[in-house]
């Protein structure tokens, strides 16, 4: 059988879909951060911090009917440096995922955050994502180790309903019980730590993974 010239066998793959496309480390196939319009805007009070000491030139961050909508390029922590949680508090925050990203991204809060504009940054941050999973993890400078194993499916995480779009009510409770941290989704605990393993003394605030479109309302933290 006659060979095919290099350039028909390559456009043969191609349309069969055996060319592999691009991939990042985790074996995904590649995502860049997004360019966003308008970005590099913060509503007044808040300051933002993004993963991997990126730039906010991609990040978009409005005030919105009665909350902030939140628009990335990278995966960012938002918060208001007054906004602490030392002692017993909870803080609570319903986000909105307006559609389905293109990998499973996780959105929440974070919690005993702590030199967040330095290189010694530290919090620990609770994340729901449009699998239907959450997830529990501590950073540490630019590591970040394990609370949770892995991202936990749970019937509480809403999945995006038929137009793409999921609400969940995110909680971390460590005013009702002092002894304990108790996580919540949707008013359902998920996860109880003790208190005496998790020192949540810090700055309160938002974690939104990258490429995601967020609306978020009532974020508080009562003490």
């Known amino acids: 059988m006659r060979a095919l010239p ?29 360019a966003v319009q308008g970005g590099g805007t913060l509503p007044q009070g808040w300051s933002a911090r993004a993963d991997k000491n990126a730039e906010l030139t991609n990040v978009r961050v409005a005030p919105m009917g009665s909350g902030i909508h939140v628009t990335l390029g990278p995966a ?43 290189a010694a940054q530290s919090y620990v941050y609770f994340l729901v994502r449009q699998d239907g999973s959450y997830l529990i993890k501590r950073r540490d400078g630019e590591n970040t180790s394990a609370i949770t194993k892995g991202w936990i499916p749970d019937p509480a995480v809403k999945k995006p309903d038929a137009k793409g779009s999921a609400t969940n009510l995110l909680e971390i409770d460590h005013k009702r019980d002092p002894s304990k941290v108790v996580f919540m989704v949707n008013s359902k605990p998920v996860y109880t730590a003790d208190t005496k393993t998790m020192n949540l003394d810090g700055i309160v605030g938002l974690r939104v993974n990258h490429n995601l479109d967020v609306h978020v309302e009532g974020f508080a933290v009562h003490r």
């Open 76 to 118: 960012i922590v938002l918060y208001k440096a007054s906004t602490d949680g030392k002692g017993p508090f909870h803080t609570l925050a319903t986000f909105t995922q307006t559609k389905p990203a293109k990998h499973p991204e996780g959105y929440g809060l974070f919690a005993g955050g702590r030199a967040l504009d330095g």
């Open 6 to 34: 290099v350039i028909t066998l390559f456009l043969a793959l191609t349309s069969t879909g055996w060319a592999q496309k691009p991939q990042d480390s985790t074996g995904h196939e590649a995502d860049p951060d997004h």
